[in-house]
């Protein structure tokens, strides 16, 4: 079952409260009857819980001014919003979502004191990142879950050609090893980078036709072409590039 098209996409949105009026009813006579979205409600829930005890630590000096001048800047850089079929773009309703996601990704920053500031201002930038794409007017989501239990989401900006693209339910790669994300179509497959864990992964160049998506297992600090078998896969229609 894709549970990232139709109502399935707005399990995110609802679990993190950016939903309301007609579209949080809705859901909600869809929620009761689905039981997948009532899985993935609860995960993201935890998620949620797990990321703001995470933030309860002292933040460094000078983050509190770094987060919001994130924000502000988030606001300033979204672009404005376009009229979209029900269910398909992710607009307006996905923006307060990210925002929330931006300060709590940027809160999380500070918990570890010991890392080092250029740290810090990657893990910031990968936050803001991450945040644009999911606030992006055009934003389209897609993915799938596999009879094994992992599953690959991808929110996409045709407008920004970038992509935010989550990997999980994947056993660790082998010591020594590294699984990497690979788009494939036309020509050779792309490097799109390497996964840690079930950390979301900015694709900084996602432009291109119908391809897909695929996880293999790489040598440590990944190769120039795949060399393993796919581990996950996952087709892509030419509309998540916005075309």
Not at 21 to 49: I, K
Not at 59 to 87: C, I, K, Y
Not at 127 to 149: C, K, N, Y
Not at 153 to 178: H, I, M, N, Q
Request: hydrophobic share 40%; charged share 25%.
């Amino acid at each position: 079952m894709n549970l990232f098209t139709g109502p399935h996409s707005l399990a995110g949105p609802y679990a993190l409260d950016a939903l309301d009026g007609r579209e949080l009813r809705r859901f909600e006579r869809h929620l009761a009857r689905c039981a997948p979205c009532q899985e993935q409600v609860r995960a993201l829930r935890t998620d949620t819980l797990r990321l703001a005890r995470a933030a309860s630590g002292t933040a460094p000096e000078g983050m509190r001014d770094r987060v919001l001048t994130a924000v502000r800047t988030l606001e300033q850089e979204r672009s404005p919003q376009r009229p979209a079929p029900r269910f398909t773009l992710r607009p307006a309703p996905v923006a307060a979502a990210a925002a929330t996601l931006a300060l709590i990704a940027a809160a999380l920053l500070g918990v570890q004191l010991t890392r080092t500031q250029d740290r810090l201002d990657r893990e910031q930038a990968q936050a803001r990142a991450i945040a644009q794409v999911l606030a992006a007017p055009d934003a389209r989501t897609t993915g799938e879950r596999f009879p094994d239990g992992s599953a690959v989401a991808v929110v996409s900006s045709p407008g920004l050609g970038r992509a935010v693209v989550t990997v999980s339910g994947l056993d660790a790669p082998p010591r020594g090893k590294d699984h990497q994300l690979w788009l494939t179509g036309a020509g050779n497959p792309r490097s799109l980078g390497l996964l840690d864990g079930d950390e979301p992964l900015v694709a900084w160049d996602f432009r291109g036709r119908a391809g897909a998506l695929a996880v293999t297992t790489e040598p440590d600090g990944g190769s120039l072409a795949p060399t393993g078998r796919p581990l996950v896969q996952l087709a892509l229609k030419s509309d998540v590039f916005g075309e």
